[in-house]
């Protein structure tokens, strides 16, 4: 498992941005990579977005587990925006009728969803629609910044932030910071990367059905309305029930023939677009790199398994309904010459897992997650930590 404390994270950026990378910047993609023992990965300056990770399964075969394009320039032209393994910001998920209230002052968001109803990651020019600067790159970490400007979509004062990425051994490490300038305002900030542990090259499913999920901490999730807006209210995941991944890993697929799933994922949908609170009242005092984690996927078919670390407290998990086939696998992925498999990502092809906080905190005070969501001159910066550890069958294990 990766550690980093506060003092070495400075002094590792001061050594790693004097380092001068293999490569000395991106290949002809526009990719820079990063390589480890277990795995390789990729990652672009588009929404500081990872866009390959490479990794052998059971077999020796190496897998592309991740979304993403194969040129950085193709990421711009897409109309689709899927958030393709970006960082939303400055505010992830959805924020209710794109207005929020900071010490008595009315703000209005631009909004890019549901006809107008709501902003969602951060407005129509969020972050992951933006080229971040590299700051640093070295053999097994980069380190992403914007600025981010007071006003840019409605959002008050100016931010800057930090994205670190690293890859140790079998670990995907990352650590997200922004500083907040000149005035409060909302800050949250995930990684919205699609994953697919068969590399989308299943020659007996497409879906992500077959993948074994869990998250010993998430008996409650936050309540949502049809087009996924919380309500306020925190409902229990009663055990058995479609929600249910704590009591012990079921199938991703395992309900889905259950009445009870139809809505879930908001109006007319079958499937997961769900936040759900992480509760880990029950370890005391927790160390989130060493105890956890908080979510495990994994697949029997490639036997790659990845165990989520976080330190914070609550997890999305996106089933990929949005997915239709229309958009296409990369080279490193999918079947060739099978009529039954096309390369592209179909229907429940994928699940995004996102460590976050609750989901349009800045509208609930009731939740009383405002130092964890707004921030201002005065305030520590907004942090937010994860390690993605990956384990194969047969081949490594934790």
């Not at 010993?216 to 925190?234: A, K």
């Not at 994922?265 to 105890?291: A, F, M």
């Not at 956890?292 to 989520?308: F, H, M, R, T, Y």
Request: proline share 5%; glycine share 10%.
């Amino acid at each position: 498992m990766w550690n980093l404390r506060g003092g070495l994270f400075s002094a590792f950026l001061a050594v790693s941005s004097v380092t001068a990378s293999p490569a000395n910047g991106p290949d002809k993609d526009g990719k820079y990579w990063l390589h480890s023992e277990g795995i390789s990965a990729s990652f672009i300056r588009y929404g500081a977005s990872i866009s390959n990770l490479l990794i052998k399964d059971q077999y020796g075969i190496q897998r592309d587990i991740v979304g993403g394009f194969d040129n950085a320039t193709y990421y711009k032209k897409d109309k689709q925006h899927p958030h393709f393994g970006g960082v939303p910001g400055r505010y992830a998920n959805r924020i209710k009728n794109s207005t929020f209230v900071i010490d008595g002052k009315t703000y209005h968001v631009t909004p890019n969803e549901n006809n107008g109803a709501d902003t969602l990651h951060g407005g129509p020019d969020g972050w992951d629609w933006r080229d971040f600067d590299v700051v640093s790159y070295t053999k097994n970490s980069i380190t992403f910044s914007i600025t981010d400007p007071s006003g840019k979509e409605g959002f008050p004062g100016e931010v800057v932030s930090h994205i670190t990425y690293v890859v140790d051994g079998w670990d995907w490490y990352f650590r997200m910071t922004a500083k907040s300038l000149t005035k409060k305002t909302p800050i949250m900030l995930s990684s919205h990367t699609y994953w697919n542990l068969d590399g989308f090259s299943n020659n007996e499913t497409n879906t992500i059905f077959n993948h074994t999920f869990h998250m010993p901490y998430g008996g409650q999730r936050v309540g949502v309305d049809n087009i996924l807006i919380p309500t306020g209210d925190i409902l229990a995941n009663a055990k058995g029930s479609v929600n249910d991944f704590w009591s012990r890993p079921k199938q991703v697929g395992s309900s889905f023939n259950d009445p009870a799933l139809k809505g879930n994922c908001g109006y007319g949908c079958t499937g997961y677009d769900t936040c759900y609170i992480v509760n880990r009242d029950v370890l005391g005092p927790y160390n989130w790199k060493t105890e956890g984690p908080v979510a495990s996927l994994s697949s029997d078919w490639s036997g790659i398994k990845v165990d989520v670390y976080s330190d914070q407290d609550a997890f999305q998990f996106y089933t990929c309904s949005g997915q239709n086939g229309t958009m296409a696998l990369k080279k490193t992925q999918g079947l060739h010459n099978n009529r039954h498999f096309p390369r592209t990502i179909p229907k429940y092809g994928c699940a995004v897992m996102e460590v976050q906080d609750w989901i349009d905190g800045i509208n609930h005070p009731e939740w009383m997650r405002e130092s964890k969501q707004i921030f201002g001159p005065g305030d520590k910066p907004y942090s937010l930590e994860a390690t993605y550890s990956f384990s194969v069958k047969g081949r490594h294990h934790h």
